[in-house]
């Protein structure tokens, strides 16, 4: 059975950086887009970053972490990272891998994924 793990997450000061991993298996997702949504208390889960191509060649971001995170696939180790710098308090949220097997789709939009992992924790103190 597909299972997507993440881990990384913690507490962290302003400015800081923390890198997040999100580790597949029961199954291969190369071929896969791979994402990172985050969602905050009371509010909707919202897209964060989303990767594209089994060579990780296309990647997206929302606007208000681009230039500051960068998302990566290793496709030997079955695993996708978030790697987030200049950390805000506006990025505390749990944070969710999630795998989508249908390039047709948008992967900007949380219907779009098959896939999901249960979350990790991300406090960003100011």
């Known amino acids: 059975q597909a299972q997507l793990v993440e881990s990384g997450g913690g507490l962290v000061q302003a400015g800081g950086s923390l890198r997040l991993s999100c580790a597949a298996s029961?199954?291969?997702?190369?071929?896969?887009?791979m994402g990172w949504f985050r969602q905050a208390p009371g509010k909707e889960r919202e897209f964060v970053a989303a990767i594209r191509g089994s060579d990780g060649s296309i990647t997206y971001y929302a606007d208000s972490v681009k230039g500051r995170f960068t998302i990566s696939r290793d496709n030997a180790k079955n695993t996708v990272y978030l790697q987030m710098d200049s950390l805000k308090s506006e990025d505390t949220a749990v944070y969710y891998c999630a795998a989508q097997a249908s390039p047709a789709r948008s992967s900007r939009y949380f219907a779009s994924y098959d896939y999901w992992g249960q979350g990790t924790q991300v406090t960003v103190s100011s």
């Open positions: 029961g199954r291969t997702f190369s071929s896969y887009a």
